[in-house]
């Protein structure tokens, strides 16, 4: 499954397609709430409420 990370703080439209353990990695990296995830064009989570659904899984 892959899902779009855009930046919601500066309003970049520019999306990177991430799979959930990328999209976890790309985030724990950055501020998690400057990120808005999306799948389909359509926003899923929070950056941080991405991390807090997926990143047990990572450890």
């Known amino acids: 499954?892959?899902?779009d990370t855009?930046?919601?703080?500066q309003r970049n439209r520019v999306r990177w397609s991430l799979?959930?353990?990328g999209a976890v990695r790309f985030?724990?990296?950055r501020k998690p709430d400057h990120f808005i995830?999306?799948?389909g064009g359509k926003?899923?989570?929070t950056g941080r409420e991405f991390l807090e659904e997926h990143s047990e899984?990572?450890?």
């Open 1 to 3: 499954m892959c899902y």
């Open 6 to 9: 855009e930046s919601a703080i």
């Open 19 to 21: 799979t959930t353990e």
């Open 27 to 29: 985030l724990r990296e």
């Open 37 to 39: 995830v999306a799948r």
């Open 43 to 45: 926003a899923l989570f």
């Open 57 to 59: 899984d990572e450890e």
